[in-house]
């Protein structure tokens, strides 16, 4: 008779001196192990783009983490496996994957990120890319516990399903993660039409300036419809908040600012059309009229500069708040969410 051991599984301090194992047991301690290592990599990356403002230290936590699987892909490598070769190949394989993630899928998306920024489909497909990375990681870790809870029962092993805090805290960054992808998508829709209105801004076109605030304006006020409307987690309203502040801010600067704008933008253009018409006629046929229109062209000009000058500075200081604000706000909920343990 076979004899029936008990585990908790993911839950071992056990270090083997020699990597024979004398029974299953010993061999399903020896992969926990490396499991166990593995997760707590993974967790404090996790944390670090929860928690950390440093891009270089979420990095350095991803390469510890893909040191942590180079570790443990070399020792299963060379560890013998037990009854055959099966269960430890099915091991390497999951193991290999997650290395590939990291390295290709996760690497891809952050070349994404580069560009997400540049309209709302690529950031759709940058957050889009995200999940369907996480669910091939989700994927193999579910054919990973199967291959293992047949191996356990495939040699009389019951085992004691334990819920450890790393596990649970994993989950609960899922669903942060989750719901502040989903609001950041909300607000994106809308911040994207303030990046082409900037753009047509910096062009110094009229056309395209009210053509993109208007855009911004109706967005805005979708985005406003569509906040109302949202499930908040635990009850926490604070991007949701900070979201419709921003949105309130694009509708202000769209309806009541850049007309303004526009309005010296066409002024603008009309006295350097008068100029170059008044430029073009010989002093001797330039009349009254002419100069002193032009004159006052110019008057009204430097009164309205000033004017510009000052909304455009009003302008720029707020958005820089609106958008600081939203960062900070964004970083707290992960901050606040997320286990930090």
């Excluded at 060379?78 to 193991?95: C, H, I, M, S, T």
């Excluded at 356990?152 to 993660?177: G, P």
């Excluded at 002093?283 to 009254?288: L, N």
Aim: proline share 1%.
């Amino acid at each position: 008779m076979k004899q029936i051991f008990t585990i908790a599984l993911f839950f071992f301090a056990i270090s083997l001196s020699a990597q024979t194992f004398d029974n299953a047991l010993q061999y399903l301690e020896f992969v926990s192990e490396q499991q166990e290592g593995i997760t707590k990599k993974m967790w404090k990356y996790t944390k670090s783009i929860a928690h950390s403002r440093s891009d270089r230290n979420i990095e350095n936590k991803r390469k510890n983490l893909l040191k942590t699987l180079d570790k443990a892909i070399d020792k299963i490598k060379k560890a013998p496996g037990y009854d055959g070769n099966e269960f430890k190949n099915q091991l390497l394989k999951r193991l290999q994957f997650s290395k590939n993630m990291l390295n290709d899928d996760y690497a891809k998306i952050i070349d994404m990120k580069a560009v997400a920024e540049q309209s709302y489909d690529a950031m759709e497909a940058y957050m889009l890319a995200q999940e369907m990375a996480d669910k091939k990681m989700e994927e193999i870790q579910a054919e990973y516990e199967t291959n293992y809870y047949t191996f356990a029962k495939n040699h009389k092993i019951n085992i004691i399903e334990n819920e450890s805090d790393l596990s649970k805290n994993m989950t609960i960054s899922n669903e942060v993660f989750k719901h502040y992808k989903k609001m950041y998508l909300i607000y994106f829709k809308v911040y994207i039409n303030e990046v082409y209105l900037i753009e047509a801004l910096n062009n110094g076109d009229a056309n395209a300036i009210q053509q993109n605030a208007n855009a911004l304006s109706e967005s805005a006020k979708e985005g406003l419809e569509i906040l109302k409307t949202v499930e908040h987690y635990k009850n926490d309203k604070s991007i949701a908040n900070t979201t419709k502040k921003a949105f309130d801010f694009f509708i202000d600067e769209a309806e009541n600012k850049m007309p303004q704008i526009v309005e010296f933008l066409v002024l603008n253009e009309d006295l350097q059309k008068t100029q170059a018409a008044l430029e073009k006629t010989p002093q001797r046929k330039r009349t009254k009229e002419q100069i002193d229109g032009y004159n006052n062209m110019v008057n009204d000009f430097n009164k309205k500069v000033k004017i510009y000058n000052k909304l455009n500075d009003e302008l720029n200081n707020k958005r820089q708040t609106v958008i600081n604000n939203l960062n900070n706000t964004n970083q707290n909920f992960l901050s606040k969410h997320i286990p930090n343990d």
